[in-house]
């Protein structure tokens, strides 16, 4: 089969839209993976960071504990007791080698249970000091230490806090050496608990070195890097598993928990402790991720598409098939003098899409001229078949009046009966002429009067009418033989058991809209259910066909059916037919819209 540009199109089109969806897809599985691959990666980088300040915070208030047991033992309570009164310039447990030994070997239980600790000092404001673990610069042990800031800045602290809690001291490097070699101290006073008030008598401190927290390396990731920073300066005390310089670990400080980079950040700050843990990881999973995401998606993508072009090719071949041979038989077609109606198909265009659209349109337009063709068929047909109601006059109504003529003609009456012979010429007159098949008001009333003029010469004082005029009357148009008819229905029905006198009453509304009259007789009326039986009728008769209801129009008879079907053929909805009755008579009101009129059909 020829491959058509518009099958080229469709196929196009389809795998654009498939190509955006599939792409759609992607962002959003890939924002999913995001999303799902970061949180599960925060929460690991949460749990180690949870597991190493765990670590520390056990360390450190076990090293508290100690400190505490130490500051509340009653025989260095009693050692420093006596301390009280020892003002010499140099240091007492160096002076004093039997206190000092018993309190060490007091103190050396502790740093044998508890291998993470450097080293357990004692001292008091005066400087004299003694301690366990691991050696000391041998100037620490005189008066004149090179470093008493350590004196005096606890003493300050414990004066400050008033004797309450206990201190952590972060020093860069041992405060008892010249090596560099951060620690952790946790210092208590030395104090006898039990009375209150108690005064301090020393302090006991435990320090803690920071290499030592090593062993928690084994908590972390292959990926994660650790540091332990001084709080007050953001100096590093210690590093796992990384080299970088401290600019680069400050620079990390201000983007924690954010992930920037591929890399991130989570910080731990505790006040108490004077120390921060920074914890930085590499979301490594992630780009795992991503590039498997994006490698499986391309796969798909191809895929896909392969499969979509071979699919829609065979589906758009067999679904566009009709198509196709429409416009093998739109761009074949030959025109001949029998076809003038069928529509040509513009070659030049490439679409054929565009050429069947083009073809249906002709088509449309010729559809629709044949139909107004058909329709102005129908309308001639409708207005030859009024005509022919409204030429024809009651034959008993035209033998009436003769006979009329002929009983005048030899009584005194007769100089009446050139002008009953002028009114019966001018309603045959207005019957039979064919120049138009509707008339205006003036004619349409006038006819009627020259009908109740014959009556009342018939029947003579028997019958009265009347003839009244609200507006004044515009020159409209309306169907022929639209009042007289419901005139001879007063006669024919309405006062067929009425005695005489008769009465006819005519009122004639005109606005500059639209008209209307309503004839009201005397007579017997017509009774409830008749009347709801013929205005039920009237109703139904509006959903017919125009062919049937001009067969109830029945030549010879214009009864109030045929009055009501060309009303309403004329004027349609905006037709106004209306009937009223009871006992002392009937009234019926006709009329219609001046716009509406004269246009053959009102539907």
Wanted: charged share 20%.
């Amino acid at each position: 089969m020829k491959k058509y540009q518009f099958q080229k199109r469709i196929l196009l089109r389809s795998i654009f839209i498939m190509l955006i969806l599939f792409i759609i897809l992607t962002m959003v599985f890939s924002s999913y993976v995001i999303k799902t691959s970061t949180a599960e990666f925060e929460e690991q980088i949460d749990v180690q960071l949870r597991g190493i300040t765990t670590q520390i915070d056990n360390t450190l208030r076990l090293a508290d504990d100690i400190a505490l047991q130490i500051a509340a033992n009653y025989q260095i309570i009693d050692a420093f007791s006596g301390l009280q009164e020892y003002h010499d310039e140099k240091n007492y447990f160096v002076e004093n080698t039997d206190v000092d030994y018993t309190i060490k070997q007091h103190l050396v239980s502790y740093m044998l249970k508890q291998n993470i600790l450097k080293r357990i000092s004692l001292f008091n404001s005066n400087q004299d000091i003694t301690y366990v673990g691991k050696a000391v610069d041998f100037g620490y042990l005189k008066k004149d230490c090179p470093n008493p800031d350590i004196f005096t800045d606890t003493q300050s602290y414990f004066v400050d806090q008033k004797g309450k809690g206990s201190l952590f001291r972060v020093d860069s490097s041992d405060p008892y050496m010249r090596e560099i070699s951060p620690t952790i101290s946790v210092l208590r006073e030395i104090k006898n608990y039990q009375l209150i008030p108690s005064e301090c008598l020393g302090y006991a401190q435990v320090q803690i070195q920071i290499d030592s927290f090593a062993r928690l390396g084994k908590l972390l990731g292959k990926e994660t890097e650790c540091f332990v920073l001084d709080q007050k300066n953001d100096h590093v005390l210690y590093s796992f598993q990384s080299n970088r310089k401290e600019s680069e670990i400050k620079t990390l400080l201000r983007q924690t928990n954010n992930l920037q980079g591929g890399l991130y950040c989570k910080l731990w700050d505790s006040e108490k402790y004077g120390i921060k843990v920074l914890i930085v990881s590499k979301n490594t999973g992630l780009i795992h991720s991503l590039m498997s995401t994006f490698t499986w998606g391309i796969f798909l993508l191809f895929s896909l598409i392969t499969i979509m072009i071979l699919a829609q090719k065979i589906i758009i071949q067999r679904t566009t098939e009709p198509i196709v041979q429409m416009c093998e038989m739109l761009t074949g077609l030959q025109v001949d003098k029998n076809l003038q109606e069928i529509p040509l198909v513009i070659c030049d265009e490439t679409d054929e899409l565009r050429q069947l659209n083009n073809a249906f349109n002709e088509l449309i337009k010729n559809l629709k001229l044949s139909m107004e063709k058909e329709m102005a068929s129908k309308v001639n047909e409708i207005q030859c078949q009024m005509y022919a109601l409204q030429t024809q006059m009651n034959p008993h109504f035209i033998h009436n009046i003769l006979t009329i003529i002929s009983a005048m003609s030899s009584t005194s009456e007769c100089e009446k009966i050139p002008e009953i012979c002028d009114k019966l010429s001018s309603m045959i007159r207005y019957n039979i002429s064919s120049s138009e098949d509707f008339g205006n008001l003036d004619g349409e009333i006038l006819h009627a009067e020259n009908y109740l003029e014959l009556m009342k010469i018939r029947y003579e004082d028997k019958f009265q009418y009347s003839m009244s005029y609200v507006g004044e009357i515009q020159n409209c148009h309306l169907p022929k033989f639209i009042i007289q008819p419901l005139l001879e229905n007063c006669f024919a029905h309405g006062f067929r058991n009425k005695e005489f006198p008769w009465q006819i009453n005519i009122q004639i509304y005109c606005t500059e809209e639209c008209w209307e009259v309503q004839i009201q007789d005397n007579g017997c009326g017509i009774s409830p259910q008749e009347l709801e039986n013929l205005k039920l009728e009237l109703f139904k008769m509006r959903s017919r066909d125009v062919r049937m209801l001009m067969k109830e129009m029945k030549i010879g008879g214009l009864s109030i059916k045929n009055v009501y079907i060309r009303l309403y053929l004329t004027y349609g909805n905006h037709m106004l037919f209306d009937i009223q009755s009871n006992p002392n008579g009937t009234c019926i009101t006709v009329g219609g819209n001046y716009e509406n009129t004269c246009n053959g059909c009102g539907r």
